[in-house]
């Protein structure tokens, strides 16, 4: 069983910068990370492959990267130039097989931008 562990949330201003850790007991070729805010969808913000190429969602672009460190099996979301509207619960998730869904998932951990 694949845990994951979210870290590194917090209440920043408008033009600030977090980045969020996602800590899983076993490397997984493809991970990505969704976000969530209330009265919305979740949404996939964005996603590394077994390739390691990596894909954005267009909110997102220019803004956000996501990287791993194998050696540590941590996924990574460096988020800059942060926006009221980036405000969310944002989860890190794995897929079991790179050709499947997302099956295991993190508890999130909780952005907040402020105007």
């Known amino acids: 069983q694949v845990q994951l562990v979210e870290s590194g949330g917090g209440s920043v201003q408008a033009g600030g910068s977090l980045r969020l850790s996602c800590a899983a007991t076993?490397?997984?070729?493809?991970m990505a990370w969704f976000r969530q805010a209330p009265g919305k969808e979740r949404e996939e913000v964005a996603a590394i492959n077994s390739d390691g190429s990596t894909s954005y969602a267009d909110a997102v672009k220019g803004r956000f990267i996501i990287s791993e460190d194998n050696a540590k099996n941590t996924l990574y979301l460096e988020m800059n130039s942060l926006k009221p509207e980036d405000t969310a619960m944002y989860y890190c998730?794995?897929?079991?097989?790179?050709?499947?869904?997302?099956?295991?998932w993190g508890q999130g951990t909780q952005v907040t931008v402020s105007s």
């Open positions: 076993y490397r997984r070729a493809c």
């Open positions: 998730a794995a897929r079991r097989l790179c050709s499947g869904g997302y099956v295991y």
